[in-house]
Structure formats: C-alpha cells, structure tokens
Nanobody, 115 residues
Framework: QVQLVESGGGLVQPGESLTLSCVGS????????LRWYRQAPGKELQWVAR????????NYAESVRGRFTISRDNSKNTLYLQMNSLKPEDTAKYLC????????WGQGTQVTVSS
C-alpha cells in the first residue's frame, strides 16, 4: 500500500534552516508529482510546494517562494523541502502528499519556529 513517511522537523529559531524529508513506498515514486502541505493549529491545510515527477518543474505558495526549495531523489524514493530564513508563521505540521488513485498523506512532521 502507498506509504509516505516524513522526518526532519524540529524546533528552530527565526532565521534558521531545516530540511524535511519524505520517503515514499508502495507506488511508482518517479511516476507522480509530489506536494508539501502544512497545517498550523486552528488553521486550514495550506499547500506549500509541488514538484513534477521528473523534478524539472517546481511551484511554490507565495508565502514561501524564495525561502523554500522542493526537490526529489527518485533513486531514493525521497522528497525534500529545504526551508531557509524560517519565520514564526512557518510553524506547522508539514505533510507530504501524492495523488495516485486518491490522495495519500504522511503522518506529518512538526516544525516550530520560535525564539
């Protein structure tokens, strides 16, 4: 079955960086576009970034463009999110997503940005 497992979250200070990872299994990883979403407490799920199946096209939400970079390594079935210049408003649970026959989600990894 399709599985997505995120890791790499943590507590950082404003201005610092983090890299999130998401390992996929149970599907042909290189055949699908992948996405990162985030959800802050009490707020709706927010789309963050998308990468094409080959990695040659990236799209970003306005709130993270220029600070976050999405990438993938299809040889390792792994999706990444490099997050630079983190702000307190980036605090959220970050989830990776793939649509195969339906939407699949990982369990998420918590990112907290606080001084």
């Amino acid at each position: 079955q399709v599985q997505l497992v995120e890791s790499g979250g943590g507590l950082v200070q404003p201005g610092e960086s983090l890299t999130l990872s998401c390992v996929g299994s149970g599907f042909s990883f290189s055949a699908y576009a992948l996405r990162w979403y985030r959800q802050a407490p009490g707020k709706e799920l927010q789309w963050v970034a998308r990468i094409s199946k080959t990695g040659d096209t990236e799209n970003y939400a306005e709130s993270v463009r220029g600070r976050f970079t999405i990438s993938r390594d299809n040889s390792k079935n792994t999706l990444y999110l490099q997050m630079n210049s983190l702000k307190p408003e980036d605090t959220a649970k970050y989830l990776c997503n793939v649509w195969v026959d339906r939407d699949y989600w990982g369990q998420g990894t918590q990112v907290t940005v606080s001084s």
